[in-house]
């Protein structure tokens, strides 16, 4: 009742709370960046503990509210809120329009991994890219972990072995990490196998919340790195068993959309590549859910750059099918598990 009463008075706070009051310094694209929510003129302990308490952690976050609904879930008063988005909006890296040049430079700093197998580089005009977001999905022992396991090797390659010279984060939501099988894949390239472990920074995730505040500590240790990849092995499997039914799937989506726009923040600064795993539906029988179809929704549709559909075929090899990618036909290709890694 009592905050009702309160919102009410507020109201002509709000107006009175005009743009111009909120002073915000000058910052370069780095310092933005770096910017946090501590960072916002006004926001002190306190208030910082209730927008990260109602799951505020950036200011991006914050800036595209309505002062009622920022004020509710952070139990602000709105005029408070109504503060904390201008300034969020005059600090936050909203992204502004290029020109067509700006962006071809852009295009032009874009790398590519090799996998090891060529035709799968070939199906990819040329490799993994940077600044996208590559989704591997199919059945359980499709090969997923393995392909991911793999990349993660070759990203410590030099850059004229098809590599990226980089060091990697690794999201292990499902403890399918496995040291053993990197140092194998690393024999397999004759590189030292203590030297690719020391470069991948690997991290259990026990639950989504978690795998989601673990990119914030990517965001975190990244600086100063030289960061050319992050996996989440697999993205959606901690999602999918936490929310469950009907009702819970707009509070999932919602909570992936930003679980992906947070991945994919990191590899815009980074020119780097993210790569995530996904499951097929698993229930033939069900009203819906395609077995063949990936689990995610369209929010995971459209944050992909590129989707890749992993299938089993006789004798051990593995079938790999382009699917959706912005400026490549679809297809398939044929690559083999081995004790080295992955081969054409
Ligand atoms: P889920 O995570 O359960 O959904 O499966 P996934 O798609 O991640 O499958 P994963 O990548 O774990 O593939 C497991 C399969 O890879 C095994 O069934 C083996 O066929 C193959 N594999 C794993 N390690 C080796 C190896 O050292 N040598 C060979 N030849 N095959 C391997
Ligand atoms: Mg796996």
């Known amino acids: 009742m009592a905050s009702k009463a309160k919102k009410t008075n507020t109201n002509d706070d709000v107006l009175e709370v005009?743009?111009?009051?909120?002073?915000?310094?000058?910052?370069?694209?780095?310092?933005?960046?770096?910017?946090?929510?501590?960072?916002?003129p006004g926001v002190g302990p306190a208030t910082s503990e209730k927008l990260r308490e109602a799951g505020y952690e950036d200011l991006l976050s914050i800036a595209v509210m309505t002062p009622a609904?920022?004020?509710?879930?952070?139990?602000l008063g709105e005029a408070v809120a109504n503060k904390i988005i201008n300034s969020a909006k005059k600090m936050a890296n909203i992204g502004g329009f290029l020109s067509g040049g700006?962006?071809?430079?852009?295009?032009?700093?874009?790398?590519k991994l090799q996998s090891q197998v060529e035709s799968l580089d070939a199906l990819l005009g040329g490799g993994f890219?940077?600044?996208?977001?590559?989704?591997?999905?199919?059945?359980?022992?499709?090969?997923?972990?393995?392909?991911v396991h793999q990349l993660a090797v070759n990203c410590t390659?030099?850059?004229?072995?098809?590599?990226?010279?980089g060091d990697i984060f690794?999201?292990?939501?499902?403890?399918?990490?496995?040291?053993?099988?990197?140092?194998?894949?690393?024999r397999g390239l004759d590189l030292d196998p203590d030297e690719v472990l020391k470069r991948i920074h690997v991290a259990r995730a026990y639950n989504s919340a978690h795998q989601m505040l673990l990119v914030d500590e990517i965001k975190r240790m990244s600086r100063g790195m030289n960061v050319k990849m992050i996996i989440v092995d697999s993205l959606t499997g901690h999602f999918r068993a936490e929310f469950v039914g009907r009702g819970m799937l707009a509070n999932r989506q919602q909570?992936?959309?930003?679980?992906?726009?947070?991945?994919?923040?990191?590899?815009?600064?980074?020119?780097?590549?993210?790569?995530?795993?996904?499951?097929?539906?698993?229930?033939?029988?069900?009203?819906?859910?395609?077995?063949t179809k990936p689990v995610g929704g369209h929010i995971l549709a459209h944050a992909s750059t590129f989707r890749l559909y992993l299938r089993k075929a006789k004798g051990g090899r593995r079938i790999v099918r382009l699917v959706d990618?912005?400026?490549?036909?679809?297809?398939?290709?044929?690559?083999e598990v081995t004790e080295d890694g992955l081969r054409d």
């Open 325 to 335: 990618s912005p400026n490549l036909p679809e297809g398939e290709c044929v690559m």
């Open 157 to 165: 390659l030099p850059l004229e072995e098809g590599g990226f010279d």
């Open 129 to 147: 890219e940077t600044q996208a977001l590559v989704e591997v999905y199919g059945a359980f022992g499709s090969g997923k972990t393995q392909i």
């Open 102 to 111: 700006a962006l071809l430079e852009r295009r032009r700093e874009v790398m």
């Open 255 to 291: 909570k992936l959309n930003r679980h992906l726009k947070d991945l994919k923040q990191i590899a815009d600064v980074n020119n780097a590549l993210v790569l995530v795993t996904n499951q097929v539906h698993s229930k033939p029988d069900a009203m819906w859910g395609d077995p």
């Open 18 to 40: 005009t743009e111009e009051e909120v002073e915000v310094p000058v910052l370069t694209e780095e310092e933005i960046a770096e910017l946090t929510i501590e960072d916002l």
């Open 69 to 75: 609904d920022l004020a509710d879930s952070a139990e």
């Open 170 to 186: 690794y999201i292990d939501t499902e403890d399918t990490f496995r040291p053993e099988r990197i140092m194998q894949m690393a």
